[in-house]
């Protein structure tokens, strides 16, 4: 069943916001070295389990539709199910989160046109050469376990071709009403809240190209 969108006005992230998102990465590191120790997971479902591969039964054709409309993606622990590879210009994502506990988010930034790295390769950066190639998000969705779409950038449109880096930085373990009020209280940076490493370390994470 899909909610409805909420925009929370004191929730829209700003560009510093949006820049400290990344600063997770740093706390992924074991050492002072601030690149990732391992290899970033794939994003590949079975990684979430079966509820995963039971949804990816649904959207087995992973190109895009003939035209632009709307598509819903769903975020469990850790994954995007129903995210196409390829969209056209003009296509409208909105999320429904079908997690047991975790508070997910869709973040999009749009790569430079000349950028030829994956998503996998980028995220493996230092934040402070992360950050540059990122740039400001374009979009950003969240929503609590069968809560309602947050817009918190966006409406979730993408109208610019090009290709985009989709990324989960809510930190594992966090409760959602914890980061929403810290969220709703921050004015620059990331929320403060305790929490695990951000979900993309989990294979939380796609790339998606609008044509």
Known sequence: MSHPST??????????????LVLGLTAC????????????????EEEA????????????????DEGAGDIEVEMVDFAYVGLPDRVPAGTRLSVLNTADEEL???VAFRLPDEEDRGVPELIQLPPEELRPVLGEPTAVLLAAPGGPQISAVGD???????????????????????YLAAAAETESGP???????PHFVQG??????VE
Do not use: N
């Open 204 to 209: 939380m994470y796609a790339e998606l190209v």
């Open 29 to 44: 590191s074991g050492d002072e070295d601030t690149t990732l120790d391992t290899a970033a997971p794939e994003p590949a």
């Open 156 to 178: 979730g449109t993408f109208d610019e071709p090009g290709r985009y880096a989709i990324l989960c930085f809510i930190p594992t373990g966090v409760a959602p009403e914890d």
């Open 191 to 197: 929320p403060q809240v305790e929490g695990g490493p």
């Open 7 to 20: 925009t929370f006005p004191r929730l829209r992230l700003t560009v510093a916001l949006a820049a400290g």
């Open 49 to 64: 389990g079966a509820d995963v591969e039971h949804a990816a039964d649904e959207h087995a054709d992973g190109s895009a």
């Open 104 to 106: 997910h988010e869709l």
